[in-house]
């Protein structure tokens, strides 16, 4: 996704994408991973710092 930003000679390039599995592994526990990616590329005279950001999460969780 491109973003222009009004009175600013800048334009950054936006892309974010993620993915997850569950798993039951029992009646009372689960367990879930999640992946997402996030990353931005500025471009022009106001341009800011490029980044990536990429986040894991591992979740177990206990029911009653």
Same mark, same amino acid.
């Not at 526990?29 to 991973?33: F, I």
């Given at each position: *996704? *491109?973003l222009a930003f009004?009175? @600013?000679?800048?334009t =950054? =390039? %936006?892309l974010?994408? #993620?993915?997850g599995?569950?798993? $039951? +592994? #029992? *009646?009372n526990? %689960? $367990?879930? @991973?999640q992946y997402?990616? =996030? &990353? !931005? =590329? #500025?471009h022009?005279?106001?341009?800011v %710092?490029?980044?990536q950001? %990429? &986040?894991?999460? +591992? !979740? $177990? $969780? +206990?029911?009653?």
């Open positions: *996704r *491109r009004e009175g @600013l000679e800048r =950054d =390039d %936006h974010a994408a #993620s993915i599995a569950d798993w $039951l +592994l #029992s *009646r526990v %689960h $367990l879930a @991973l997402e990616f =996030d &990353t !931005r =590329d #500025s022009g005279v106001a341009a %710092h490029d980044w950001r %990429h &986040t894991a999460a +591992l !979740r $177990l $969780l +206990l029911q009653r």
